[in-house]
């Protein structure tokens, strides 16, 4: 059964750099089929695509966050991962890594539990 | 980049009603489009796809339609466990959109 881990601090100081790892398992991040996604939720408020990696390394990012995020993957730890640099408040939220089906249904349908992340001194 | 817009943005139904909510897009989409449930403090789960088409294990209560620039989710007779936040998504090329949400809470 496919499931997805994130992982990484809880809280992270104005200024530093959020990362955050998901670990995959049941399944290889090697598939053709799919991309590899985070997704993050600020308290009460709704979701916000971060961006999509596909394991030969090709990224896509959200225009908004596009200057500070990177997602990298790496394929012998079957893991990709999430940098946010330059973290304000705004950036604390519930940070989720999503598995999407790409060339065929075009929807995220395996999520990892979420990694709440705190922006604050 | 394509917006998307659901309403109502909250709205309150018996157990047993038939609920439905809509998703508009900014501009043609096809039928790429998903729905998610969100149950507080949980991960979204996908309830539909291709804006029809129920994913594996989802109840038949629910069921979506639609194409284009409207698109709708229903939910033919409430259950308790469905009272939950619902989004939809669409995929028609990066970048990838949600819909602002749709909180359903029991009367």
């Known amino acids: 059964q496919m499931q997805l881990q994130e992982s990484g601090p809880g809280l992270v100081k104005p200024s530093e750099t959020l990362s955050l790892t998901c670990t995959v398992s049941g399944g290889s991040i090697s598939s053709s089929s799919y991309h590899w996604g985070w997704i993050r939720q600020p308290p009460g408020k709704g979701l916000e695509w971060i961006g999509n990696i596909y394991y030969g390394g090709a990224t896509y990012y959200n225009p908004s966050l596009k200057s500070r995020v990177t997602i990298s993957v790496d394929i012998s730890k079957n893991q990709f991962a999430l940098k946010l640099s330059s973290v304000t408040a705004a950036d604390t939220a519930v940070y989720y890594c999503?598995?999407?089906?790409?060339?065929?249904?075009?929807?995220?349908?395996?999520w990892g539990r979420g990694n709440l992340v705190t922006v604050s001194s | 980049a394509i917006q998307l817009t659901q309403s109502p943005s909250s709205l309150s139904a018996f157990v047993g009603d038939r609920v439905t909510i809509t998703c508009r897009a900014s501009q043609g989409i096809g039928s790429v489009l998903a729905w998610y449930q969100q149950i507080p403090g949980k991960a979204p789960k996908l309830l539909i796809y291709?804006?029809?088409t129920l994913e594996s294990g989802v109840p038949s209560r629910f069921s979506g339609s639609g194409s284009g620039t409207d698109f709708t989710l229903t939910i033919s007779i409430l259950q308790p466990e469905d009272f939950a936040t619902y989004y939809c998504?669409?995929?028609?090329?990066?970048?990838?959109?949600f819909g602002q949400g749709t909180r359903l809470d029991m009367k």
């Open positions: 999503a598995r999407l089906w790409y060339n065929w249904n075009y929807a995220y349908d395996y």
């Open positions: 291709d804006a029809s």
């Open positions: 998504q669409h995929f028609n090329g990066y970048p990838v959109t």
